[in-house]
């Protein structure tokens, strides 16, 4: 942990040198660290299966608002978690989903980071006004490489590799309309059923490739695109992403992309905004910890940007609901927001 700790912060300084630097801030996130096979990947630094339980563990014993239940189990018998915080019925309630596929692990970083700041006197007022859900992960076999399947090809380093299927070889972000992985099924039966929910925000890692006028993005984001969803329900994913979009652009590191995402109901984003009636944001953040392909991947030099790129995005969703801003937000920017594309070497 000690030395996650330190490796974090030392990316965040890089990055925020460019920041002072004013003209590199741009580079810093956009142009900068790349892995290219040269830069170092210790999956080691991130929280494994055990070091993340025990974080949410000190966690719900140090925060008073906060509550912590076990949805079910993994192929591989891990504990999936769900970390409430559920002050009035009548609030808004949001849910934050994070790692469906095992090998996009800052989102679930940044995640833990927020639910440390819920529990400070800075930003724990916002939960006077929203109710929030957090899954911090569920693929949680796949986060760890323990499933069934060679990983002889993966590119990280450290004591596991991390792989985007379950330990069945299932990806989970296609199973949400048959729902035959345990995981799924946990979060079907003991999240999405069981509470009202008015929002969700899916958070993904992409390929490390993809840029918008011509500049490499930090993420890309995207609503619900199947006919079947509700168009209110679509502008109100519409004005989740607003916020998103204005609290990354503002910040000089972040460049967002739209997402060139399909219609397929067995995607979160669009399943369950079909099924629950909830409105969905799906976020993917630039580069993997862990693939097979190495143009997947990013270097751990970018981890302070992603995991800070998180941390705004939860924290100013949560607020703009909270407050009731998100109903002022204007969807037009989808307009004239240019899908992202890959580049060419
Ligand atoms: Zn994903």
């Known amino acids: 942990m000690k030395k996650k700790l330190l490796t974090c912060t030392m990316a965040g300084a890089l990055v925020f040198s460019g920041i002072a630097a004013g003209s590199m801030s741009v580079s810093a996130a956009g142009e900068g660290p790349n892995y ?73 970083e940044g995640t833990l980071e ?63 309309v048959d729902k035959e992985e345990p995981e799924t099924q946990a979060l079907h039966d003991n999240v999405m059923q069981k509470y009202d929910i008015d929002y969700m925000i899916d958070l993904h890692h992409q390929g490390a490739q993809s840029e918008r006028d011509g500049e490499l993005v930090s993420g890309s984001i995207l609503y619900p695109t199947t006919k079947n969803a509700d168009p209110a329900l679509v502008e109100k994913s519409k004005q989740l992403g607003a916020v998103v979009f204005d609290e990354i652009d503002r910040t000089g590191w972040g460049h967002l992309g739209k997402y060139a995402g399909g219609s397929a109901e067995t995607i979160s984003r669009n399943g369950i905004a079909v099924e629950y009636g909830i409105s969905t944001l799906l976020f993917e953040m630039r580069g993997m910890m862990d693939h097979e392909n190495e143009s997947y991947v990013l270097g751990q030099k970018s981890n302070g940007y992603l995991i800070k790129q998180t941390v705004n995005t939860l924290t100013a969703t949560a607020e703009a609901i909270s407050d009731g801003s998100i109903e002022e937000m204007d969807t037009s920017f989808w307009d004239t927001l240019p899908e992202q594309e890959s580049r060419s070497e």
């Open 114 to 176: 927020f639910i440390k700041h819920l529990g400070t006197d800075k930003t724990k007022d916002v939960l006077d006004g929203v109710n929030i859900l957090i899954v911090p992960r569920l693929n949680v076999d796949g986060a760890v490489g323990d499933v069934n399947f060679s990983l002889d090809d993966y590119v990280g380093d450290g004591e596991y590799n991390l792989t985007r299927y379950n330990a069945n070889g299932v990806d989970l972000n296609r199973d949400h």
């Open 36 to 108: 290219n096979g040269h830069e170092t990947i210790n999956t080691s630094i991130l929280h494994n299966h055990e070091e993340l339980v025990s974080f949410l563990e000190t966690q719900d014993a140090k925060q008073e608002q906060m509550e912590l239940e076990v949805i079910g189990q993994s192929v591989q018998g891990r504990d999936i978690h769900l970390v409430k915080y559920v002050s009035d019925p009548d609030n808004p309630t949001i849910l934050y989903l994070t790692q469906q596929h095992g090998n996009e692990s800052l989102t679930t």
